[in-house]
């Protein structure tokens, strides 16, 4: 059949048709409840959505098959790998069994689903019924070499894939909408206003003032829209045309932002790699990867998934940032060399490396209103 559906991929951060291993048929894996606990509205959300999902596929002509698991074992309470089994301390307490906890809440929960108008998926199957795989799975990653103890759990050792996207580029557009209050008050204290508005209305109001402002803020304000459109069309999967001055940046233009490390990170803390979030304000994150059992408490980690520790810095267009600090050891790592590990990386999509170009002449900008 005609392939006519599309997906936003949030790894490639394009908007890609999806093609079916088999022609017209559709495999479809949902995470599903955890069953210690009545799911709360935000749970139900995900189903929600999920059951919308396959529901559409079936409307536009596919033959879906979709498989949930219920989770009535195994789930710790920390992300950690740490902590009791969320089924225990729910058969502890209510004085049940973990097998009548977890008859009672996921019968409760497709009550739930029942109600919501949620097609109960094809295939539901319980982790208990499948724990015998699960072990013959592992064994077959540790001997194949994919896999290792630490700590008296196995983890899936990521160094042996090439492409293993532990992190995606987690960047968020500026908010160039959003609204921003501000009052005016006499030096007396009296109130004279409340005024209301956007950054992207402040940026035109100083762009259209003829004579009002310099022009390195008039500079500003224009790589401000400028960065603010790109990021807006990278998120919604929009083309925009570059820019004159975004086709002269390339990675050769950043030459001179390098990662700089001195010191030596603690035993047990290997430094893994930089991003940047970019929202109404920027986050420089280094990850680190701890090794199991390594105490990180006294180091100031922002915080984890699982084994990878992150810290982050703020970082303001045309300011230094400060140094990542670690024990003794010290990573001076400036945003712009992430632009240039995104326009030097043949990974990076077309449309992230305009966002980068968009960035790096905002920054430039600012840096030279700084500078003014």
Same mark, same amino acid.
């Given at each position: 059949?005609?392939?006519?559906f599309?997906?936003y991929?949030t790894l490639?951060?394009?908007v890609?048709t999806?093609?079916p291993?088999e022609?017209g048929k559709?495999a479809?894996?949902t995470c599903g409840?955890?069953?210690y606990?009545?799911?709360?509205?935000?749970?139900?959300?995900s189903?929600?959505m999920?059951d919308?999902? !396959?529901?559409?596929?079936r $409307? #536009?002509?596919? @033959?879906v098959?979709?498989?949930m698991?219920?989770?009535?074992?195994?789930? /710790?309470?920390?992300d950690a790998d740490t902590?009791e089994d969320?089924?225990l301390?729910?058969?502890?307490?209510?004085h049940?069994?973990?097998m009548e906890i977890a008859k009672f809440?996921?019968?409760a929960?497709f009550?739930?689903c029942?109600?919501?108008?949620?097609?109960?998926?094809d295939?539901?199957?319980?982790?208990?019924n499948c724990?015998p795989e699960f072990?013959h799975?592992?064994?077959v990653?540790l001997e194949?070499g994919?896999?290792?103890e630490?700590g008296?759990?196995?983890?899936?050792?990521t160094?042996?894939?090439k492409?293993?996207?532990?992190?995606?580029?987690?960047?968020?557009a500026?908010?160039?909408?959003?609204?921003?209050h501000a009052?005016i008050?006499?030096?007396?204290g009296?109130?004279m206003?409340a005024y209301?508005?956007?950054? !992207?209305d402040?940026?035109? $109001? #100083?762009l259209d @003032?003829?004579?009002?402002?310099?022009?390195?803020t008039k500079d500003?304000? /224009?790589a401000?829209?400028n960065?603010?459109d790109?990021?807006e069309?990278y998120?919604?999967?929009?083309?925009?045309?570059?820019?004159?001055?975004?086709a002269?940046?390339t990675a050769d233009t950043?030459?001179?932002?390098?990662?700089?490390?001195?010191?030596t990170?603690?035993?047990g803390v290997?430094?893994?790699g930089?991003?940047?979030?970019?929202e109404s304000?920027m986050i420089?994150?280094?990850y680190?990867?701890v090794?199991p059992?390594?105490?990180v408490s006294?180091?100031g980690?922002?915080?984890n998934k699982?084994?990878?520790?992150?810290?982050?810095?703020s970082a303001?267009p045309?300011t230094?940032?400060?140094?990542?600090?670690i024990?003794g050891?010290?990573?001076?790592?400036d945003p712009?060399c992430?632009?240039r590990?995104?326009?030097?990386s043949q990974?990076?999509?077309?449309?992230l490396k305009l966002v980068?170009?968009?960035?790096?002449?905002?920054?430039?900008?600012?840096e030279?209103?700084?500078?003014?």
């Amino acid at each position: 059949m005609e392939n006519k559906f599309r997906f936003y991929n949030t790894l490639s951060r394009e908007v890609e048709t999806v093609i079916p291993n088999e022609d017209g048929k559709i495999a479809m894996y949902t995470c599903g409840p955890t069953v210690y606990h009545y799911a709360h509205i935000g749970n139900l959300r995900s189903y929600i959505m999920e059951d919308l999902l !396959e529901k559409t596929l079936r $409307y #536009i002509g596919y @033959d879906v098959k979709r498989v949930m698991n219920i989770t009535d074992v195994g789930h /710790l309470s920390s992300d950690a790998d740490t902590g009791e089994d969320k089924m225990l301390k729910g058969a502890k307490r209510e004085h049940k069994t973990v097998m009548e906890i977890a008859k009672f809440y996921t019968d409760a929960f497709f009550e739930d689903c029942r109600k919501l108008n949620i097609k109960r998926p094809d295939v539901v199957e319980p982790a208990t019924n499948c724990i015998p795989e699960f072990i013959h799975m592992i064994e077959v990653l540790l001997e194949k070499g994919y896999a290792y103890e630490a700590g008296g759990n196995i983890y899936f050792d990521t160094s042996k894939l090439k492409e293993y996207y532990v992190f995606s580029c987690g960047v968020a557009a500026k908010e160039m909408t959003r609204q921003i209050h501000a009052q005016i008050r006499k030096s007396d204290g009296t109130l004279m206003g409340a005024y209301a508005y956007s950054v !992207e209305d402040y940026a035109n $109001y #100083i762009l259209d @003032d003829a004579n009002g402002f310099e022009q390195n803020t008039k500079d500003l304000a /224009l790589a401000m829209l400028n960065y603010g459109d790109f990021a807006e069309a990278y998120f919604s999967g929009k083309t925009l045309e570059e820019t004159t001055e975004m086709a002269a940046v390339t990675a050769d233009t950043l030459a001179g932002y390098t990662r700089i490390e001195s010191g030596t990170l603690p035993v047990g803390v290997t430094y893994y790699g930089s991003t940047l979030v970019l929202e109404s304000g920027m986050i420089l994150r280094h990850y680190f990867l701890v090794e199991p059992g390594t105490d990180v408490s006294a180091y100031g980690f922002t915080g984890n998934k699982d084994h990878y520790y992150y810290m982050d810095l703020s970082a303001v267009p045309g300011t230094a940032t400060g140094a990542c600090v670690i024990g003794g050891y010290t990573l001076s790592y400036d945003p712009m060399c992430y632009v240039r590990a995104v326009l030097t990386s043949q990974k990076s999509t077309d449309s992230l490396k305009l966002v980068a170009k968009a960035l790096y002449l905002y920054h430039q900008a600012a840096e030279a209103y700084q500078q003014a």
